[in-house]
């Protein structure tokens, strides 16, 4: 969640970037004309102080300018070297995800497999459990009718 919320703040900073290079560009053309009318006077007579003095007045605002632009410039890279590596981990944390994930898939498969051939062995075992059940049955109504037999052969046979 804390690289969310880094991640949150950098685009919260990515308005506020643009924010800055919106003023920036509204004062830019005003600073621009200024300079370029007061750089004429300046140069026509250097001599008038007034004008030099707003001369380098424009000249200091366009540095300042410029070097606001050099600094957001500089932190915009940041940024995006920052959302760059984030993004990265990111991968990175997915990819391990799908390996887990492909594990666990063939572990599953794996206890699918043997829950299914557990199934079968136990109808199997059952099958055998039947066939045993109704041979024993059928041994014992056999014995049985054979003994009947036996004591009617022998019954009859005491009885002559």
Known sequence: MNNTDNLFDETVETIEFNNKIKTLQEKLPAILDDFKKYYVFFNKNPTYSEYQQIYEN???NL??????LISITNDVEKNTKNIGEFLLKINQSIEKEKNKNIKLKSIESNINNSYNGSRVMINEYKEIYNSKYYNNIFMFIGIIISGATLVKVFANKNAV
């Open 58 to 60: 424009l000249k200091d």
């Open 63 to 68: 540095n300042t300018i410029s070097n606001e």
